[in-house]
Nanobody, 122 residues
Framework: QVQLVESGGGLVQAGGSLRLTCAPS????????MGWFRQAPGKEREFVAA?????LYGDSVKGRFTITRDNAKNTVYLQMNSLKPEDTSVYYC??????????????????WGQGTQVTVSS
C-alpha cells in the first residue's frame, strides 16, 4: 500500500511560483509512475504532469511547470512558474504502475494523495 502526502500549496500572485511536494510512504516509489492532477470546483479532474520513463505535461502547463523526482528522498516535485489565476485548483499527487510513457488519465493511477490547494490571485 502506498500513501501519498502533498505539501507546498498556498496563495500566490499571478506570475509567481510554487513548488509542490509529494512524499510517498510505504513501498519505494521507484517502481511507480507518478502524476499530478488538479481539480477546480465544478470541473473535471485535469492532467497536469507525469513522470515515468519520460515526463509528460498537460497543454495548459507546458513550458511553465516541471515535474521531477528524487528516488533517494522518495519524493516527487512539481515546480510551478509563471502561475496564472486559471491555475487555481486543488492539486493531487498520484502513483500508478511504471510505464515508459506514463498515462495521462486518472484511471491509470492506483494511489492518490489528499490534495493541496493552490490559489493564484490576479
Amino acid at each position: 500500500q502506498v500513501q501519498l502526502v502533498e505539501s507546498g500549496g498556498g496563495l500566490v500572485q499571478a506570475g509567481g511560483s510554487l513548488r509542490l511536494t509529494c512524499a510517498p510512504s510505504g513501498r519505494t516509489f521507484g517502481v511507480y509512475s507518478m502524476g499530478w492532477f488538479r481539480q477546480a470546483p465544478g470541473k473535471e479532474r485535469e492532467f497536469v504532469a507525469a513522470a515515468g520513463g519520460r515526463s509528460l505535461y498537460g497543454d495548459s502547463v507546458k513550458g511553465r511547470f516541471t515535474i521531477t523526482r528524487d528516488n533517494a528522498k522518495n519524493t516527487v516535485y512539481l515546480q510551478m512558474n509563471s502561475l496564472k489565476p486559471e491555475d487555481t485548483s486543488v492539486y493531487y499527487c498520484a502513483a500508478g504502475p511504471w510505464r515508459l510513457v506514463p498515462t495521462t488519465t486518472s484511471t491509470g493511477y492506483d494511489y492518490w494523495g489528499q490534495g493541496t490547494q493552490v490559489t493564484v490571485s490576479s
